[in-house]
């Protein structure tokens, strides 16, 4: 009973801080953005090329790092759900079937993301949660907020 | 050449490459046919032993404003006379307004079922070798008008986002009144004033990325030589999944052609169901068909009853080069059935 009780709390403590130690990946959009939350299925769209729109009629510019980033891998894994070759074929998919999408604006690293999102109102993209500062505005998604236990983007 | 400020010309290009072993191997002529009755006078397809050129295909897109852009696709390629045509499969200015709505004309293809837009002359977008037989080119034999020459609306219907519904109307010029016309698309001459109406409608729900569930309603007359006038309906429902390493087809298509005067139509259901899935760079894929064209119908150019599995393997050893072996069986009313192994390197640059 005692080994089993042991057992169980190392097993929870263990869980506890590998999930602390998890990147999150954190949605920045610009200050004058008047949403406040945006579903995953959502930010997907946006992501891809699919939702061009914001609520109020801003036009969606959408950010990402390069490709051997820690971000750009978070976020093809965790909001995209493609690997990079379905992703590329993907758009290049879109454009062959006549489908206007834009695929996401390419940047050189989190900081240049940050800065970019910081002065184009309507951009949307995704840096680690750790990298955010106060000259963007972080959304929740599906009503979670990075840190919280239900948050999924990580 | 270059216009300053102005638009940009994109080209990219698709090819493929085959190597065909049977009579029922080659992706593009699938059965030949020629104005048999069905059961008693298609000439029996001869096995053959080929390396065969697929389609060259340049596919061409042009923005010429933020609302405004242009997407044309150029095909050259063999047929059994082994002489190279030229086709200007696609052409299209589409304007954009929003979301909800963009107007396109031009030449595409028919917004009927699910394959037909998604797949067009680039094999190396298709998991499988060839497209299914019901969605055939109609200058290989296929029976439903694939291409139109007209106009085109669609869009999302707003407030349906977590739905994702889309909805799709075609005008144009169907396809020939003549079965046996040399040229099924009219591209510059209309047989006839009534023009083709198609209907389209899906949803890409977001509980569930990469599933799509659509149909289409497609409606033209037809006035064949000789005979009374043709209404001919063509009715479709798809469901489709995809995700990174499943993909999952399935499709159905009941062509009706009823001539004015008579009782009933001439009915010819056709379906297909695809799946495919991923091992890495490999992906083996299983694909069953069944059409079923009435004999008796004045009008189609493809004539009784096609079934048969066809089984195959993509290998996409580089990105943007896929090598594909695919084995096909076919049983076909009107003769023995048919075996086909086919090879082929299908790639874009």
């Not at chain 1, 940050?114 to 000259?135: E, H, M, Y």
């Not at chain 2, 709505?101 to 998991?127: K, Q």
């Not at chain 2, 075609?170 to 003549?178: D, F, L, P, Q, R």
């Not at chain 2, 479709?236 to 001539?259: K, P, Q, R």
């Amino acid at each position: 009973m005692r080994t089993t009780f042991l057992f169980l709390a190392f097993a929870l403590a263990a869980f506890l801080v590998c999930s602390a130690a998890e990147p999150e990946l954190a949605v920045v959009v610009h200050k004058s953005t008047t949403v406040d939350a945006v579903s995953s299925g959502d930010l997907r769209l946006m992501i891809l090329g699919e939702k061009s729109k914001w609520p109020d009629g801003k036009k969606v510019t959408a950010i990402e790092t390069l490709l051997d980033s820690p971000e750009r891998a978070l976020l093809l894994k965790t909001v995209c759900k493609m690997t990079d070759a379905v992703l590329k074929r993907y758009y290049m998919h879109a454009a062959f079937t006549g489908t206007e999408i834009s695929a996401p604006k390419e940047v050189a690293s989190s900081e240049a993301l940050k800065q970019f999102v910081a002065r184009t109102p309507g951009a949307i993209g995704c840096i680690l949660a750790s990298d955010v500062d106060d000259t963007v505005k972080v959304l929740k998604v599906d009503g979670a907020a990075p840190g919280e236990a239900a948050y999924k983007l990580r | 050449m270059a216009i300053p400020n102005g638009p940009t010309l994109n080209i990219r290009g698709f090819f493929d490459f085959n190597f065909g072993v049977g009579s029922v191997a080659n992706p593009l002529v699938f059965p030949i046919v020629s104005n048999g009755c069905g059961t008693c006078g298609n000439p029996v397809t001869p096995p053959h032993t080929a390396f065969q050129a697929g389609e060259f295909d340049l596919f061409l897109t042009s923005k010429l404003s933020d609302h405004l852009s242009f997407l044309g696709e150029v095909v050259l390629g063999p047929d059994v006379t082994n002489e190279f045509g030229v086709d200007i499969e696609r052409y299209q200015l589409t304007y954009k307004a929003n979301p909800y709505f963009s107007a396109s004309a031009g030449r595409f293809h028919t917004s009927i079922g699910y394959y037909n837009t998604a797949y067009h002359h680039g094999n190396w977008f298709s998991t499988a070798e060839g497209r299914p037989i019901m969605y055939l080119f109609e200058d290989s034999g296929g029976v439903l008008p694939v291409h139109m020459v007209g106009v085109s609306f669609t869009g999302e219907v707003p407030r349906t986002e977590k739905l994702g519904l889309h909805w799709n109307a075609e005008v144009g010029n169907g396809n020939t009144s003549t079965p046996a016309a040399e040229t099924s698309v009219q591209n510059f001459y209309s047989d006839r004033n009534f023009k083709a109406t198609n209907l389209a409608a899906y949803v890409k729900p977001q509980f569930l990325p990469g599933l799509q569930l659509g149909g289409s309603w497609y409606h033209d007359g037809l006035s064949p030589a000789g005979l009374p006038e043709v209404r001919q309906n063509i009715e479709s429902a798809y469901i489709v999944y995809f995700n990174s390493d499943w993909e999952f087809l399935n499709e159905a298509v009941l062509l009706s052609n009823h001539l004015l005067g008579t009782t009933r139509p001439f009915r010819s259901p056709m379906a297909y169901t695809q799946l495919a899935r991923k091992f890495g760079i490999y992906r083996p894929y299983f694909r069953y068909q069944y059409i079923s064209d009435n004999v008796k119908d004045p009008v189609n150019i493809l004539k009784g009853t096609y079934y048969g599995p066809s089984i195959g393997i993509r290998v996409d050893f580089a990105d943007y080069a896929a090598f594909k072996l695919q084995f096909n069986h076919l049983f076909q009313s009107s003769q023995p059935a048919g075996n086909g192994l086919n090879a082929q390197l299908a790639f874009t640059f």
